[in-house]
């Protein structure tokens, strides 16, 4: 249920309202709108009637039901969208347009700083690379684990690049915490309950990636549990989905951009790379995921794909990469996005 306070409301009268929705065994969930607060009441749906009654308190101007099964994620709850502010150059969401780019996992120091270096200079807003990789083989290189983290330290501390990577286990959640700018939960850890969970007071950005044969409620669903936890950083990505299609790696199913927009006002990412699968098509997908109104996009680069320990075939090289942000500048600019290191929201970080 939401408790709607009326535009004049007091401090004191929402203060008295969070008392007695705890006291009927609920959390309050305070939400600050421009005119008016509400508040969302997370807990056992089957006192609604009992909440109801909140409607006869000082200050109260209604109190209606949240409909969809995500309340902290949907649009009931925040109309507003979201924007995550990670660093002086990096926002996810509002008029920015986000671009986050790296290789798929961190092999050497060579590799990342060269890597970063270059997507900096063609305005990337963050890197990308994984330290810990989930592998569908177990015989596949793993990531090098902390030397990774350590690797991307080195690579932000150069570059001043916000550092995106991958969380596969809740038990070294404080080592790459240490790390990371976002955690990433990819596709295969979606549904991870406890992973989820334990995110909830990480205190960083999460990037969440839509599982490879979850319905976008699904996604939505494990949203929740990151921002019930006490995250309210939570960052969507499409990255493709298993169909009879073989022609590529994944479907990327850019349906879900206007369909996450209609359900939530977390912003939402494309990876058009694991998307495809191959490296010419991830330029007109990126362009198409901005085009249709997505926050940004989170794409492999790498220096030399031929010689890639994962998913070569989809990473960009660094020069096509500088190639693609120059042709994102006039759909950017055709479609009201901002591109590059320090665009509005940025700045006001
Ligand atoms: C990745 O980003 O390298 C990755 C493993 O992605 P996903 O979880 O979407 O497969
Ligand atoms: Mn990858």
Redesign the pocket.
């Known amino acids: 249920m939401i408790v709607v306070m009326r535009a004049g409301a007091s401090d004191q009268d929402l203060a008295h309202v969070i008392e007695k929705i705890e006291a009927l065994g609920y959390r309050a969930h305070v939400m600050y709108g421009v005119e008016r607060k509400v508040i969302g009441c997370l807990g056992d749906e089957r006192g609604k009637a009992q909440l109801q009654s909140l409607e006869l308190l000082r200050g109260v101007e209604n109190v209606v039901p949240i409909l969809s099964p995500y309340k902290l994620a949907g649009c009931q709850l925040k109309p507003e969208p979201s924007i995550v502010t990670v660093s002086s150059e990096c926002a996810i969401g509002g008029r920015s347009f986000a671009v986050i780019a790296g290789p798929?996992a961190v092999e050497s120091e060579e590799q990342i700083l060269q890597t970063a270096r270059a997507v900096a200079a063609a305005g990337a807003n963050a890197l990308?690379g994984?330290a810990f990789?989930?592998r569908s083989s177990t015989y596949s290189f793993q990531g090098l684990g902390e030397e990774g983290l350590r690797l991307l330290r080195l690579a932000k501390e150069e570059t001043g690049l916000a550092i995106v990577t991958?969380i596969m286990d809740r038990y070294v959640l404080d080592q790459v915490i240490e790390s990371a700018d976002i955690l990433?939960v990819?596709?295969?850890n979606m549904q991870n309950f406890p992973l989820l969970n334990a995110l909830g007071s990480a205190g960083k950005p999460v990037l969440l990636?839509r599982g490879m044969s979850a319905t976008i409620e699904e996604l939505l669903l494990s949203a929740e549990y990151i921002l019930a936890a006490g995250n309210p950083d939570v960052i969507l990505c499409e990255?493709g989905i298993r169909t009879f299609e073989t022609a590529t790696r994944n479907t990327l199913d850019l349906n879900a951009i206007p369909a996450l927009k209609a359900r939530t006002h977390l912003p939402v990412l494309v990876?058009p790379s694991?998307g495809t699968g191959v490296w010419s098509y991830v330029a007109p997908m990126a362009k198409a995921a901005l085009a249709c109104g997505a926050d940004g996009i989170?794409v492999?680069v790498h220096p030399r794909p031929e010689e890639v320990l994962s998913?070569g075939a989809q990473s960009l090289k660094l020069d096509k990469f500088a190639a693609l942000m120059n042709e994102m500048k006039p759909i950017a600019e055709a479609v009201g996005r901002n591109l590059g290191r320090r665009n509005a929201e940025c700045v006001r970080a």
């Open positions: 798929c990308r994984g990789k989930p991958e990433q990819g596709a295969r990636k990255r990876d694991h989170i492999e998913d």
